[in-house]
Every structure is written in structure tokens, then in C-alpha cells.
């Protein structure tokens, strides 16, 4: 078969972008690993919202290497203003479960999307503690490293491993996160807090967890992760049911199969910290 013009630059495109993408997680993750014993805070962006000085040395990587090979595109990042106004845009979380970094808790990953005209069409979220490697391209399924990955198949929701985290604004109002937390205690069969939203959900495109539902995270927590769960087989919606995008305020992800479960007890707290800013 032999591809059109327009086709084999499409292709070449996508390549390079993979391959940069591939790059800047390879690099950051070095990082990461011989950097976890150091205590390094720098900042406080809230009472409990921490940088360290790898964050921000990880995200100098990615940016370094990003502007070089795509300087027209756009980036949001988490530790930097946003940049540009291009439909190609990627959004980055150098570190995402900085507080368990901090504390040489090695549970944590760096999380590369990449988004034309809104819709995330690759992402990639690297733990460098286990040496493993999500990847996820729109329409092309999900990976972990470099083998197929799919959803658990658990219909039960009592048999069902769920997780969650907690947002940094999280004294203003604990007791309805604490509510969440205690009506799925009723139900399921147990609940993981790992500190890394990208990881959570990663678990559960692969089947580690069966589901996971958290308030207030930012657009690079879940942008790699989210089109993980989605090319894996999940589903992700808000709290009432309602579709899930970037911008969203809630995330509830499942299997798919527990997904109406997850909701109707999730569902009497759907107004929970709506008019709340972090
Ligand atoms: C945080 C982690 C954590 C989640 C927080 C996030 P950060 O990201 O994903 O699991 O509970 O809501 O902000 O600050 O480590 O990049
Ligand atoms: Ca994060
Ligand atoms: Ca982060």
C-alpha cells in the first residue's frame, strides 16, 4: 500500500511528536530517580500545595526540549504561566505527587499530554520508581510499556479496588470529602489514596483499581491519564453523570461496567465545593 503525500507527512508528524514526547519522559525521569532523597522544597503555592527544585528542574527539560522542536506550539504547564495561543498544545505535570516525592515516598510520575484543537490525542505518563511507561494515542488504545492494556472486568462493585485523593484546599471543607470517602467504604471493597492522580487513573486503564473519583484537580493531572482510561476501555463522566472534560471540577473514572454504581453513590455530593476556588 503506498500512502499519499499528505499521509506520510501526517505520519512523519506524529512520529516526531511521539518521539519527543517519549524523550522528555525519559529525561525528567532520570531525574526523578536520583533526585527522590533529597528533601528540596523551594516553595509553598498554598498551606499544603509544595514545589520542589525538581519540579521546576523537570519541567525546564520539557520546556527546553518542547520550544526546540515545536517553537509554534503551545504549552501549559503547572509551574509556569501558559504559553501561546496554537491549537497544538501540550500540557504538562513535571511531577505529579510532589507531596510523596518531597517525602522520598516513592510513589510519583511525570505526565505529558499532547492536544490539538482541545481534544488530547497522545498521552504518556512515566513512573520511574517501577520503570513503567503508560502511553496512549486517540483511537489507537493504551499501553504499558509497550504492551496492550485494558480496563478490569469486575461487575461487582463490593468486590471493586477504588481510589481517590484529597484537593490541597482540602481543611476549607472535610468533611464532604470525608462523606465521598465514607459512603464508598460502605460499598466497595477497598480504597487507595496514592497521592498521584495520574497514577490512579493509569491504574485503572490497566486494572490495578476498578475505579477512582476526585474534586478539583487542573487540566495536567488528568489530561495523559484521562485518554488513558478512555483508550483502555473506561469511562470517565463528572459526579452527576455528565461528560467529562479538562476544565471539569470532578472526575469519576471506572471500568465502564461499575460506572452507574460509582455514580449513585457519588451522586448525592455532586454539588460538593462547586463555587469553592482552590
Ligand atoms: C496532586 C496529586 C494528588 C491529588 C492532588 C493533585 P501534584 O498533584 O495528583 O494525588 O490528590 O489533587 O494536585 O500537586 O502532586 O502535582
Ligand atoms: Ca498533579
Ligand atoms: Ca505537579
Known amino acids: 500500500m503506498f500512502l499519499t503525500l499528505k499521509e506520510s507527512t501526517f505520519y512523519m508528524k506524529t512520529a516526531k511528536i511521539k518521539s519527543v514526547l517519549f524523550q522528555a519522559l525519559e529525561e525528567t525521569g532520570k531525574l526523578l530517580k536520583n533526585s527522590l532523597h533529597e528533601r528540596n ?9 509544595i514545589v520542589t527544585a525538581t519540579d521546576m528542574a523537570a519541567e525546564k527539560i520539557i520546556l527546553d526540549l518542547l520550544k526546540k522542536e515545536f517553537p509554534d506550539h503551545s504549552i501549559l504547564s503547572e509551574e509556569s504561566p501558559a504559553m501561546g495561543t496554537a491549537p497544538q498544545r501540550w500540557i504538562i505535570d513535571p511531577i505529579d505527587g510532589t507531596t510523596n516525592f518531597a517525602h522520598t515516598y516513592p510513589i510519583a510520575c511525570i505526565s505529558i499530554a499532547y492536544e490539538e484543537y482541545g481534544v488530547v490525542q497522545l498521552g504518556g505518563v512515566y513512573d520511574p520508581f517501577r520503570d513503567e511507561l503508560f502511553f496512549a494515542e486517540r483511537g ?3 499501553s504499558l510499556n509497550g504492551s496492550p492494556i485494558r480496563v478490569s472486568g469486575l461487575e ?9 485523593g484529597f484537593p490541597y484546599d482540602r481543611r476549607k471543607d472535610p468533611d464532604s470529602y470525608l462523606a465521598i470517602v465514607r459512603a464508598f467504604m460502605m460499598k466497595v471493597q477497598g480504597i487507595r489514596r496514592s497521592g498521584s492522580a495520574a497514577i ?7 486494572g490495578r483499581l ?3 473519583w476526585e474534586t478539583k484537580l487542573k487540566p495536567w ?6 485518554l488513558m482510561v478512555e483508550e483502555a476501555g473506561g469511562k470517565l463522566s463528572d459526579y452527576s453523570g455528565g461528560p467529562f472534560g479538562l476544565e471539569n471540577i470532578q472526575i469519576l473514572a471506572s471500568n465502564s461496567k ?7 453513590i457519588i451522586e ?5 465545593a462547586l463555587n469553592q476556588s482552590i
Open 221 to 226: 493531572d488528568m489530561a495523559a491519564a484521562s
Open 210 to 212: 476498578d475505579g477512582y
Open 140 to 142: 489507537q488504545g493504551a
Open 258 to 264: 461499575l460506572h452507574a454504581d460509582m455514580l449513585e
Open 41 to 49: 522544597v523551594t516553595a509553598k503555592k498554598s498551606e499544603l500545595s
Open 268 to 272: 448525592p455530593y455532586k454539588n460538593i
Open 200 to 206: 490512579d487513573l493509569c491504574y485503572v486503564a490497566c
Open 156 to 164: 461487582s462493585i463490593g468486590d471493586a479496588l477504588v481510589a481517590t
